[in-house]
């Protein structure tokens, strides 16, 4: 059974920092790329950034581009999302997502979980 | 960036009713399309890929058509689990996959 499953966010202040983590299991992580997807409180889903099986290449979104850094870790079958330079426009929750896969969709998805930036 | 629009952004229906959800992109994706289902408090759920295929395990009711700019997501019969949010998403501009807006199906 395919597990992702989020952990590390919580209340920071704007301009503060954040590490998300995502442990996999149930598939061979090496062999797919991997996603992180947020969505804003009673907003739509948001891709963020993704990045290769071996690391090589990495995506994001203009609006994190410079802030945020996607790293993985095969060894360790785990996803990472580092935000730093954090706005309120980040409050979201945060999905670990398996893909892009077959047709370039996402076909795994943890249970997300929530980063919110306040003072 | 390709921009996805949906419609309608909310249905009212009741179960065993036909519901039928149309997403429309900015420019042609061919059949690069996907849906997603999503629960409340819950991750969205893969249903549909390459704009027509059935994900494994998803219900037969969940169809999608569609090319080019044009999708439609059909729930033949709508179940009682089925009252959720729908999402489409282009799966063309890779690495930049955008969702729609969203769908949501209310009880009527």
């Known amino acids: 059974e395919v597990q992702l499953v989020e952990s590390g966010g919580g209340l920071v202040q704007p301009g503060g920092s954040l590490r998300l983590s995502c442990p996999a299991s149930g598939f061979t992580f090496s062999s797919y790329w991997m996603s992180w997807v947020r969505q804003a409180p009673g907003k739509g889903l948001e891709w963020v950034a993704n990045i290769k099986q071996d690391g090589s290449e990495k995506y994001y979104v203009d609006s994190v581009k410079g802030r945020f850094t996607i790293s993985r870790d095969n060894a360790k079958n785990s996803l990472y999302l580092q935000m730093n330079s954090l706005t309120a426009e980040d409050t979201a929750v945060y999905y670990c997502?398996?893909?892009?896969?077959?047709?370039?969709?996402?076909?795994?998805w943890g249970q997300g979980t929530l980063v919110t930036v306040s003072s | 960036d390709i921009q996805m629009t949906q419609s309608p952004s909310s249905v009212s229906a009741s179960v065993g009713d036909r519901v039928t959800i149309t997403c429309r992109a900015s420019?042609?994706?061919?059949?690069?399309l996907a849906w997603y289902q999503q629960k409340p408090g819950k991750a969205p759920k893969l249903l549909i890929y390459?704009?027509?295929s059935l994900q494994s395990g998803v219900p037969s009711r969940f169809s999608g058509s569609g090319s080019g700019t044009d999708f439609t997501l059909t729930i033949s019969s709508l179940q009682p689990e089925d009252f959720a949010s729908y999402y489409c998403?282009?799966?063309?501009?890779?690495?930049?996959?955008?969702f729609g807006g969203g769908t949501k199906v209310e009880i009527k």
């Open positions: 390459a704009a027509s």
């Open positions: 998403q282009q799966a063309n501009s890779f690495p930049a996959l955008t």
């Open positions: 420019q042609g994706i061919g059949s690069w």
């Open positions: 997502a398996r893909g892009p896969a077959r047709a370039n969709t996402f076909d795994y």
